[in-house]
């Protein structure tokens, strides 16, 4: 038995330095481990029609809006959708300064995954920006969140059926 828990434990550890290769402490996952680097930013002087543009472009959901430097808010296509496009405003007329969230919810690159999952489970949000010192330094979406589930779930599966643990 000793060996096949061993063996796991290779196989989990191996798992988590896919995600996060600096791991020496413990076996947390942190934000800062998990989070996608590439984050469009625009200026809140930005019409929401380019916005919109910018954001079917790159397939992204939102944008993080920033000024001189510091990210002020955040724009999902859910805003474009209530704050504009149902209350048929002019696009090209208006801008993200008027329509983003300006308190958005962010998270520290050390936040453990599993309180980052909580965050975004209790206010109801897909995506979660990772920020520090007034700078989002990447994001962490839903489908990142069962991209990395996926990928572990797997890892054990395949352990558990080569060891014959299923």
């Not at 290779?10 to 942190?30: C, D, E």
């Not at 300006?102 to 949000?125: A, C, H, L, Q």
């Amino acid at each position: 038995m000793a060996p096949k828990l061993i063996i796991f434990s290779v196989k989990f550890y191996g798992y988590l330095f896919k995600y996060a290769p600096n791991i020496t402490k413990s076996m947390v996952l942190n934000a800062g481990d998990i989070m996608r680097k590439e984050v469009d930013t625009v200026s809140g002087e930005v019409t929401v029609l380019d916005a919109s543009r910018i954001m079917m472009n790159n397939s992204a959901g939102f944008l993080i809006v920033e000024r001189d430097g510091k990210s002020v808010g955040i724009v999902t296509e859910w805003d474009i959708l209530v704050k504009v496009t149902s209350k048929q405003l002019d696009p090209s007329k208006t801008y993200l300064r008027d329509i983003m969230t300006k308190s958005f919810i962010y998270v520290g690159p050390d936040t453990p995954t599993n309180r980052v999952v909580s965050i975004m489970k209790e206010n109801k949000i897909r995506r979660i920006p990772v920020v520090e010192n007034g700078h989002v330094q990447g994001v962490i979406t839903s489908r990142d969140i069962i991209r990395i589930f996926e990928d572990y779930m797997d890892n054990i599966a395949e352990v558990s059926s080569r060891y014959g643990m299923d």
